[in-house]
């Protein structure tokens, strides 16, 4: 008897069930806040050189009308209107003297040694306090590359471990070295510390949340996989929220990590609450284990559990242990694991694309990046109204159409608009982005229920890796515009994002619908899913 029966007898989404998804949904908060820590931690607050001799800098840089107005500063072109000044020189006397009285003919241009930040938005941040401006300023992109290649490399390896030596063991391991990189963050001395902290945090981080996903999805039954695979974005979401009201509320990056970080201690007490996974103790042949989660579970949620039940099959099979290269080791496999990782790397591109072009908002920051956050809610419950209605595919397809079409149709107002067409462009923008992030809670639900448990795991971590990709490339074709220039320019990288997501969803139709269907368990079963052969019948639909 399979595992999907079992859960049919026993309470597809009971007391047990609930409890223990409410739990593994908590650390998607701690993640949603990692995954966009850096927006704050490496926030460059307007600055101008430290100029000597010229007290009271920051009340100045505050409160001038032209933000960087000093009679010290380099214009960068006189006849500038906007007032923009040279941020990384200035000029000195040559004879000594203070340069706010010196003669023109008397300066010489120099580079900054010290810098005046605005505290306005940011007390202060790891940007301001080592200085990483100017000539030090691709810092802040190195380290953002670094925390996502950290990423890439958490879902790939913790992924694999997990099908290997368990979920639950994994997912501890994580949550330790979360803590212990994540407070190590706040004393960094140096960016190199800093840096090599945060790759450490993108790997155990992003590595925790996708087996917190995989672990809620194997203890549900079919019919509330929907709810169980989209349900825990809200809360990452959440972790959003939660973030810029630290950000506001603290406006200091050391204290704003303290924050984030200090919630995740609770999440130690989880090797005592959270069973491991009875799908995969099943995969692994250890059934008096699995028995044990299976009793506790109809206890709790008061179900009888008949002797016959707990006579799961033990028959042996050489597909009984999986690894992630046996996805490619069959041609339907091979093709459909390439279709989804495609999909997984659009999803990813187009949400950080649009993130980053509604992020160009004039206005407050604190204000923007709320509604950056907050637009992601109704994109998770409309997918949860969808999903059971329309089918994974379609719904997935749908949104990432959304997505795409919404990119798109920003060229006319970009080309054909000006500063009155605006608002269009942020209602268009924020459409791409509730498209991209339903898309997102579908294309987890939809892999999950495609890979056999076998690998799993190794399945989704290798396609979040897929899509941390994605999300390096785009803001590379975000500036492919520079190269052509003009207004074509500006709408070229709308039109990549568009076509490359209104492709993905046309292509995402040739995977087979997993709606109401049990999940494969072994690679035989994922190759011969949705054939409709007699010998299939774990894919038959089940009676709700």
Known sequence: MRFDDILIHIGEFGFYQKRLYLLLCMPAISVGCYMMMLVILMATPVHRCQIPGYENDTYALQNDNHGLLVNASIPLAAEDEDFLYDKCHMYTCNNGGSALSCPVQNRTRVKCSSWVYDKLTFHETFTSKTNLVCGESLKTSHTQMIFYFGVLVGDLGFGMIADIIGRKITLYVTILILIGSAFGVAWSPTWVTFVILEFVIGAA??????????????????????????????????????????????RDWFWVQIAVVAPCVLFLSYWFVVPESPRWLISQGRYSDADKVIERAARVNKKPLPPSMMKVNQEKNEDSNGRIWHLFSHKVLLLRTLIVYFNWAVVSMIYYGVTMHTGNMNGDFY?????????????????????????????????????????????????????????????????????????????????????????????????????????MLAPYVASSGDLVGGKFGKALPLVIFGAFSVSAGLLCLLLPETLHKKLPETIEDGVNFNKGSKKDLYEKSLSI
């Not at 996903?213 to 695979?229: D, H, I, N, Q, T």
């Not at 990432?400 to 079409?405: C, F, H, R």
Request: charged letters at 10%; a positive charge.
């Open 205 to 250: 981080n992003h590595g925790a949340f996708i087996i917190c996903c995989v672990l809620g999805l194997e203890m549900v039954g079919p019919s509330k996989r929907v709810w169980a695979g989209i349900l825990v974005h809200a809360f990452f979401a959440l972790g959003l929220v939660y973030l810029v009201g630290m950000g506001y509320f603290l």
């Open 367 to 471: 204000l923007n990046f709320f509604l950056l956050a907050i637009v992601e809610f109704p994109a998770y419950f409309i997918s949860i109204a969808l999903l059971d209605r329309w089918g994974r595919k379609r719904t997935h397809c749908a949104c990432m159409l959304l997505g795409g079409i919404a990119c798109i149709c920003t060229i006319f107002p970009v080309i054909f608009g000006g500063p009155d067409l605006q608002p269009l462009t942020l209602t268009l923008a924020i459409f791409g982005k509730i498209g991209a992030a339903g898309a997102f809670g579908v294309i987890y639900v939809f892999s999950a229920e495609l890979f056999p448990t076998v690998v799993r795991n190794a399945g989704m971590g290798s396609s979040s890796c897929v899509a941390r990709v994605g999300g």
